[in-house]
């Protein structure tokens, strides 16, 4: 009962988690919907440049989608942002006169995200049949306004789920922006857990701040299967009256 007793207040001491948790909520979470959101819509518009480069009928154009998907996806994401967070810090602070690292790690975050959103748009936009372009251009569309009214946007539909599982992946990634060093207004999740940790020695605030992870992600993953769901069986189809009404009839005409 000792060791059961100690696991305990070491995991889930109550008191620990409740002071925490205010921080929790009015400092880290707005700070990490901001590193995510900023990052995963920057890193969508790079990832769909990168896709149409990724299928151009110019091959230097397809080298360089190659090249880049290549460096970003094989880099853990902690190097890539220490190397432009401490890196591109002095260059930055001359600029702006700023020290904030956010704009550096979403831009760590956004370059990382677009090699994987980048592949998940172009097999995306590879899975649309043939006969789609073929036929816009019959109607007289061009090239480049079929890909663009017809081919993409059936492209991106069908890569929803995956694009979804990309943001609460970097939902998760932002946390390691703490390695850039943060003021206390500037603090996400991760790194207010961490910092109650270290001043406690007790492993609680870092227990809250992996249950505020999970409030985020789980109510998304679930998204993520009603999406699949949707788009793979459609919309439930609603009976019409006289369908309904037909069986009675005969019931009672019977």
């Known amino acids: 009962m000792d060791l059961l007793d100690q696991l305990a207040d070491t995991f889930f001491n109550w008191e620990e988690m409740a002071k925490v948790i205010p921080s929790l909520l009015s400092v880290g979470l707005p700070n990490t919907l901001i590193l995510a959101v900023a990052s995963g819509i920057l890193g969508s518009l790079l990832g769909l440049l990168l896709a149409m480069m990724g299928i151009s ?11 880049y998907t290549d460096i970003f996806r094989g880099l853990p994401a902690i190097l890539v942002i220490l190397v432009i967070g401490i890196g591109l810090s002095p260059i930055a602070r001359e600029i702006t006169g700023s020290r904030n690292p956010y704009p550096l790690g979403i831009l760590a975050l956004t370059l990382v995200a677009a090699a994987y959103i980048g592949e998940i748009f172009r097999s995306g936009i590879q899975s649309v049949e043939k006969g789609q372009l073929e036929a816009s251009r019959a109607l007289g569309f061009s090239y480049g306004s079929s890909m663009r009214l017809v081919v993409v946007p059936q ?3 069908r890569v929803l789920p995956a694009l979804v599982n990309q943001f609460i992946s970097l939902l998760k990634d932002s946390s390691l922006v703490f390695m850039l ?17 270290a001043n406690t020695g007790n492993l609680s605030p870092l227990v809250a701040a ?4 999970l409030i985020l992600t789980v109510p998304l993953t679930h998204f993520v299967n009603f999406i699949d769901n949707r788009l793979r069986t459609g919309r439930p189809e609603k009976k019409e009256p006289d369908d309904v009404a037909a069986p009675i009839g005969k019931g009672a005409q019977a």
């Open 57 to 67: 009928r110019n091959a230097g154009a397809r080298w360089v989608a190659r090249i």
């Open 210 to 213: 992996g249950v505020l992870y």
């Open 181 to 197: 060093g943060l003021a206390a207004s500037d603090r996400e999740i991760f790194r207010i857990g961490n910092d109650a940790m």
């Open 155 to 157: 492209g991106i539909r």
